[in-house]
């Protein structure tokens, strides 16, 4: 598979995609093969990733029983009801419940990621002398001018600004970053 295609599908296991759905996928892809394999594609996985399988069931439970989920953030998103559901209404809630607290929380760090370039750039010394703009942010990512000659300090303060000093509360654990470089 392209890379695009196998992180497709991978993220859409990880979100509550099951065998049948999978299975579908695939075929419109050109791979032919049958709910049974794709069943064992995704227990596969479950092993290969025991932990965040176990944090994505448990969020899964949560939504059902509680009828919320909450964020690290105190964020919630509440699914009223849940319990009193039919199998079918309760599938789609645990996907719902899968995606909702993983993009929360990145919008969470990419907001506070923003203040804290916006607090870096007016009240520290090297951010006013840089004098770098967030031009635009695209959904977890910002796109920031400033002179190329200070890309190594710029790769340091967003580094600083998105990761080191953006954890997640009660992790102690920031996101990794990707820094892309374009010269216009």
């Known amino acids: 598979f392209p890379s695009h295609d196998r992180r497709a599908i991978l993220f859409g296991i990880m979100y509550g995609r099951g065998a049948r759905a999978l299975a579908r996928e695939l075929s419109s892809m050109g791979i032919e093969t049958d709910e049974k394999q794709c069943q064992m594609i995704i227990d596969g996985i479950a092993k290969m990733f025991p932990v965040t399988w176990k944090f994505l069931k448990m969020n899964q439970a949560s939504a059902i029983s509680n009828g919320f989920l909450a964020t690290n953030f105190g964020n919630r998103r509440y699914f009223s009801g849940a319990e009193f559901l039919q199998d079918k209404e309760q599938a789609k809630i645990r996907r719902e419940a899968s995606n909702s607290f993983i993009q929360s929380t990145v919008a969470m760090l990419a907001l506070r990621a923003g203040i804290n370039l ?6 520290t010394e090297i951010g006013r002398r840089i004098g770098y703009k967030v031009l635009l942010p695209i959904h977890d990512a910002f796109l920031i001018e400033y002179p190329k000659s200070l890309r190594r300090d710029m790769d340091a303060i967003i580094k ?5 000093k953006n954890l997640i509360p009660g992790t102690g654990r920031g996101l990794g970053i990707d820094i892309e470089h374009f010269q216009r």
């Open 118 to 123: 916006y607090n870096f750039r007016y009240r």
């Open 160 to 164: 600083l600004c998105m990761s080191t």
